[in-house]
């Protein structure tokens, strides 16, 4: 029986823990009977590792963010509600105490401690409320084992290699990290799934927790119950209408026989749901008696119906403006699973703020996609194109052909080879061809007035393309850590095809490394490319590259813009010239620009370092960036060098800056303020103005300078990374 607490030493401890609690309301003001909390904050007692966001979220006394009190501010107007209430109650904020307290340890801190300060205004009305914190000396995870139910190691890790080795890379994961509950969750989740990878379906993992208090560690056991190896008995399809069940059962990774995992059955839910006819599709294990080592697999399918499957709705200050794409699905067009695409995308080039011409573009296409092509992981998209542009260079239509060929590693990576033929039609040019009558290097001469009839001949392009995406962030949308290489390869083929000829080489690399604080992280990028070049796409010797500059308009590398250098509008770093126009006044031809050129060249190199900071008074979606950007365009064949590009252009342009974002599912709406370090000549000066200069010949740096041509404004939607 257990023992009998004396009645006198009861009522002793009863009085003490009613003192104590008194002792503790003392510390709290008078206050008025609707006492509203102004402020909640944190101050810590030595080092500590938890950040005040994470804190406050477990506590009930809340405090008004920054856009409660802007809310406050303009309330007064109609329709515009009163902000949330923010009541003070010393009773609650003593439970908060308590609820701080437990959730340090469910963190590994078991001494930590927590006290409060309340300070009231004067009328009593508000109160200001600072939590008190002394984490102490966090557990850490010392030794991982397994063991069966009688202690002894786990049979499954000592007779299989691959398990074993699973098991090491899992110890060398987990061993000294600090001991929290979620550690133990994610040490459960990764040993569930690795039996059931190998077939134990039945799996029972529970943990066995021995604390060191004195060494501050902790010696954590796994009672292991693998299950006897469970097979596919066979699989049962479900709510195929429009196809053969034999379609459904092609896109799995199960066949009847095999072992059971669950890496086969997300595979093969995901291959399903890449298959546009369904809409909803489920993988599971049917249920059958205990100890039956052969269980069903269940297939079930939602089919779709011809529909729109995306409009969309974006701004880019750089160039597009506003833009807008459509897209209908038939999801089994000519039966078989084959699904047809119509696409329309518009970029009209409003709002844009770019000092360039707005890029406006329309372009249709019509895509059949076959999902299965030898493999479920595999499949071919073919069909046309067509597009109308006008933009900074020229107003031309296109016709391509495509076929493209994917290859899917994962629901988010996947590899992709196409092939594009583009017939390129020019309308007109959106500048003119000047020719000064000097000769000076200072003139801005694209080519002789008789390369025009040149430029003005159809482009044809026939190419192969590869790209990939290796690699892979713990969150696409709000990425804290990891690395991905996107690599990007192109060759023109086969010769004789086309009239414009080169190989493209471009990587781009991004890191993500955690920086101290919730959500804050640290951001490397950078980007190598290059273009070569080759037979009917090198100017003849002695020539100006004008023609074949042009020719390769749509392939010449540029950087700048709003995820690239942001101290530069869209393609603007680097070589560039006043574009020219030409008007007729009064029998006089008038020479004008009032934007840049973007000229680009054969190789191009950036890097940008970013620091993501969240700002916790408008919560966790919400963060600030600090980054420093640099770029550098240049041409290492003098063939292809412009004589009128002065070649400062070439040099390597620094850029540094910040802005504010805001996550959402598809991305972050950003804002981005850049600043040019080292400018060049042409970045802070009007192109009207250096055009006049040379008209005068004066040299451009004659030109008066505009200061605030240094900082570039972008506006954008999306992943930057």
């Known amino acids: 029986m257990p023992e009998r607490v004396p009645r006198r030493l009861a009522c002793a401890a009863f009085l003490a823990l009613v003192l104590a609690s008194s002792a503790r309301a003392e510390r709290v003001p008078r206050l008025a009977s609707d006492v509203e909390v102004r402020s909640l904050s944190f101050r810590f007692v030595g080092k500590h590792e938890l950040i005040d966001a994470d804190l406050a979220q477990q506590m009930a006394t809340t405090a008004p963010n920054l856009i409660d009190q802007a809310q406050g501010l303009v309330a007064w107007v109609p329709l515009i509600p009163d902000p949330a ?107 569930l799934k690795t039996l059931d990878d190998r077939g134990h379906a039945r799996a029972v993992v529970e943990p066995e927790v021995k604390i060191d208090s004195a060494a501050y560690a902790v010696d954590l056991v796994w009672k292991v119950s693998p299950g006897a190896r469970v097979r596919i008995a066979s699989i049962e399809v479900s709510g195929a209408k429009k196809v053969p069940a034999r379609l459904v059962t092609r896109q799995l990774d199960l066949h009847a026989g095999e072992l059971v995992s669950h890496e086969s059955l997300t595979k093969s839910r995901a291959n399903l749901q890449s298959v546009a006819l369904f809409r909803r599709a489920d993988v599971s294990l049917g249920a059958v008696p205990d100890g039956d080592t052969l269980m069903p697999v269940k297939v079930a399918v939602t089919e779709g119906a011809p529909r729109f499957t995306n409009l969309e709705l974006g701004y880019v200050t750089d160039g597009a403006g506003v833009t807008g794409q459509a897209k209908w699905t038939h999801p089994n067009f000519t039966a078989g699973a084959r699904s047809l695409d119509a696409i ?25 996609t076959q999902p299965y092509v030898g493999s479920p992981v595999m499949t071919l998209s073919v069909g046309p194109a067509i597009e109308a542009r006008d933009g900074p260079l020229d107003r031309s239509k296109a016709f391509s052909a495509l076929a493209t060929l994917v290859y899917r590693f994962n629901p988010l990576q996947s590899a992709a080879l196409r092939y594009d033929y583009t017939y390129r039609k020019l309308d007109d040019f959106n500048f003119s061809d000047f020719v000064s009558s000097s000769s000076s290097t200072s003139s801005f001469a694209l080519g002789a007035s008789g390369a025009i009839d040149s430029l003005k001949a159809p482009t044809r392009t026939s190419q192969f393309v590869l790209f990939t995406s290796l690699g892979s962030f713990d969150d696409l949308s709000r990425p804290r850590h990891g690395l991905v290489v996107k690599p990007n390869l192109a ?57 074949e500059w042009y020719r390769l308009r749509d392939q010449v590398l540029t950087a700048g813009g709003a995820n690239d250098v942001r101290g530069y509008g869209s393609r603007l770093l680097g070589p560039k010239l006043p574009s020219i126009t030409a008007t007729e006044t009064n029998g006089d031809t008038v020479l004008s620009s009032d934007h840049y050129l973007p000229i680009g060249g054969l190789r191009r190199a950036t890097a940008t370092a970013e620091l993501r900071i969240g700002i916790p008074w408008f919560g966790p979606d919400v963060f600030g960036h600090w980054f420093a950007d640099l770029g550098r365009v240049w041409t290492t064949d003098d063939r292809f060098k412009l004589p009128a590009v002065p070649s400062e252009e070439y040099r390597v342009f620094y850029t540094t800056g910040g ?39 004066r040299p451009a740096s004659s030109a008066p300078v505009h200061e605030r041509m240094r900082f570039n404004v972008h506006l954008s939607l999306g992943l930057f990374f």
């Not at 080039?349 to 573009?361: A, I, N, Q, R």
């Not at 781009?508 to 951001?523: D, E």
């Not at 802005?659 to 009207?688: C, E, H, Q």
């Open 85 to 191: 209430r923010h009541p003070f109650s010393p009773l609650v904020l003593q439970e908060d105490v308590v609820r701080l307290r437990h959730y340090y340890r469910r963190q590994g801190f078991l001494e930590a401690s927590v006290d409060y300060e309340v300070q009231a205004n004067r009328r009593r009305s508000a109160v200001k409320v600072k939590m008190i914190v002394a984490e102490g000396r966090p557990l850490l995870l010392r030794s991982l084992a397994l063991a069966d139910g009688a202690g002894q190691p786990a049979e499954p890790v000592s007779r299989d290699a691959d398990l074993a080795a699973q098991w090491t890379r899992i110890r060398t994961t987990h061993l000294g990290r600090r001991f929290r509950q979620e550690e133990v969750e994610a040490l459960r989740a990764e040993l």
């Open 344 to 368: 329309v995308l518009v970029q009209t080039g409003w709002g844009t703020t770019s000092s360039e011409v707005p890029d406006k573009l329309l372009r249709t296409s019509v895509t059949l």
């Open 491 to 547: 060759l023109t083929a086969p010769p004789g095809a086309g009239n414009v000829e080169f190989g493209r080489a471009d990587v781009q690399g991004t890191y993500f490394a955690p920086a101290p604080g919730r959500s804050n992280a640290l951001m490397l990028r950078g980007t190598l490319a290059g273009l070569w070049p080759f037979g009917g796409s090198i100017p003849p010797a002695g020539t100006n590259a004008a023609v």
């Open 659 to 697: 802005g504010l974002g805001y996550y959402t599912p598809v991305g972050a709406i950003r804002v981005d303020v850049g600043y040019k370090l080292n400018p060049s000549v042409f970045d802070i000066r009007d192109a009207g103005d250096v055009l006049a200069a040379t008209l005068a010949g």
